[in-house]
């Protein structure tokens, strides 16, 4: 199967109301932001989105909010891993029924699988949606699984729409190996905002860029930079966002980002308990700070 998408990811935020009900009207203005600055694509329901608190039909509807608001100007990969296989199978067939552009899937979370039984699963959904792309997301810290590089070769003997990896363990090296395992046909995306540099640099296909929420025309600039070539423009770059994520706290602390959102003129609400939101004094003191340290316009 050919997929190709390379650039800027956003695991958007999911916006709620002041009810703290899911605001599927506040999905297009936060969409149209993105693709605005030039992000490559959109990757709702993930860590970044709090898709682990909201219901299955409260992701079902983000998904069907978020496709709806690109309208096909960007891809969109829906993150559909649940923690059992029935409900990964059913919210990845309802994202390509939708029309999303792929799906991505993070282990079963919780409890601990051995490789047969992530093979099974994973084999599984991909047989459930033969004609959609799916990439793999790995994310041990809160799956409580890791995706080998010898699961992935040998889910690509059973699952030929696998096309990629999403990676958040912060192994460059593993997505390099299993690049250079697949003679380059394996997608792979680094997760961390401050890799971005080494990974253009190891060859990958892009990133996925929680940051990307609160500056998105930062961390195109740097990978447009780091695939150009332009090291020095890339390095000074990188220290911007590496600023960005010791004020943000690298995604830690979700209701900074939505405050900084709302101060950049797209409100998308606060975060859903027991996430707890920013206190309104660090609030300020961060959104001052990006703005003094240029990382952001205004």
Partial sequence: MTFHLRGVIVPIVTPFDTNGALDTAAVRPLVDYLIARGVAGLYPG?????GFLLSLAERQALAEAVVAAAGGRVPVIVQTGCITTAETIALTQHAQAIGADGAAMIPPYVYHHSDAALLEHYAAVAAS????????YNFPAISNNTITVNLVLELRRHA???VGMKDSSGSLEMLVRLKSATGGAFLAYNGGDGQVLMAVAAGLDGCVSGN?????????ALYNAATAGDLAQARFLQQRVNQMRDL????SDLSLFKQM???????VGDVRPPLRRAEFAVVEQRWQALLDAGALDS
């Fill in 129 to 136: 949606v033969p004609d959609l792309p799916l990439l793999l």
């Fill in 46 to 50: 993930g860590t970044t989105g709090e």
């Fill in 160 to 162: 030929p729409n696998i």
């Fill in 248 to 251: 943000l706290g690298d995604g």
């Fill in 261 to 267: 959102l709302a101060r950049r003129g797209v409100p």
């Fill in 212 to 220: 990307g929420n609160v500056a998105p025309e930062l961390m195109v």
